[in-house]
């Protein structure tokens, strides 16, 4: 890598710009230009460049001393995703996956350590985990990120396992590199993961992979239950068939379409 | 604007870095580096450099000679969406919303020369429109545009209705500045938009500004609906009153907390 802007390959000032944009979020939805300096780990005056470069372009807009971001920055998501055209192509998919099981379901895709939800269509019954399109979980403890990472290369996998910051989100939640192979493994060979309460006391998911025209792993598919209303068992003997089906739908129509 | 990116305040390497990305959509999921050259009048070598600094931050990949991209770019827009935080925050006036109307509902924000989607509850019973968060339309043939482009500075207004491309979209489609000039000064003055059948035919919709605390339209909230399901008169009568009481249900929300 370059350490300069104006030199060599790589082009630090999009790098920086990328990170503000990230600086901020639920928690931070507006910054001042210190904030955004010392967030990012670059100088006032840098930090000044991009937020102007941002304002400029649309992407920020500032009362003078704060700075915050503006629908255009949607723009930048809905170029991914509407390249992906997930809604048009598995939304009915889903929805009908949906009713028949008369639980959510979503798709994601693996961006390490996360899972990126793409599509979801939510029941009315529960309105507990407000997942939208781009949300982040853990792969680690997620059933779509189980499937996910097992369709990594064996050297991504062991970087993954060995490196990742694991938390203990309830007494269910596997954390040892060794406890995660075993299940990422399992979840290769049976060709699907369920995850028990590791997440969320409570919740249950069932999740298959979305496989690409090379037979990897593209993307996930899940149904999440209440566990108070599946049992697990009822998740493998009931909700496990049509989920296949529908990911294999799914898979078929991205394919043709040459998304995947 | 400097024309350099290593001098002056203004980054045009992060403002050609962000256009990279929007240069991919539904009908270009993939690129290669000429295309990318082309599609954002930039030189090869600009390209280039641009789309390996974005494969090195994993916001792009490629298979040597095209490129797509990756579910990292999500989390660009998931920045402003968490900052905005809607799906909590709204989500259940809009769901109570939506049951009582039995029909979907959406917010949108305004980023001319069109309206952006941060938020929806779709009804089970129409598939026709698939709008997720993140979609563009136009806003002048839309309830939304109609009062977000009422709450601009008159400047503004002028600016954008003399400049904006209009298109017909079906038979009832204001096109002409004073027309659209005029429906939005009504939206102004009545505190809603009613558009009939002016983006698509069979399609209504009915919006209100949702307000900042200083009373501007800091977004829109609507109800839209089939034409055959509900007449004009209906939409006044029966849905202006709740979808009023909503918007002022989620503006109070945001304004409490601090994200309007």
Known sequence: MSGDASTGTFLQGLERGLAVIRAFSADTPSLTLSEVARDVGITPATA?????????????????RRFALTPRVLALGWAYLSSLDLGDIAGPFMEELSAQTRESCSIATLDLPDIVYVARVPTRRIMTVALGVGARLPAYATSMGRVLLAGLPENELTAYVESVETEQHTEHTLTSPSELRDAVRRAGEEGYALV??????????????????????????????????????????????????????IGTALRQRGRI
């Open 48 to 64: 000044r460049r991009i937020l102007l470069t941002l304002e400029q372009l649309g992407y920020v807009r500032s009362d003078g």
């Open 196 to 249: 028990d309460q590791e997440l969320e006391l409570g919740l249950r998911s069932i999740a298959v992979p979305i496989l690409d025209s090379r037979g990897r792993a593209a993307a996930a598919l899940n149904v999440s239950a209440h566990a108070s209303r599946s049992t697990k068992s009822a998740l493998k003997t009931e909700t496990l068939k049509p989920l296949r089906a529908c990911a294999e739908q």
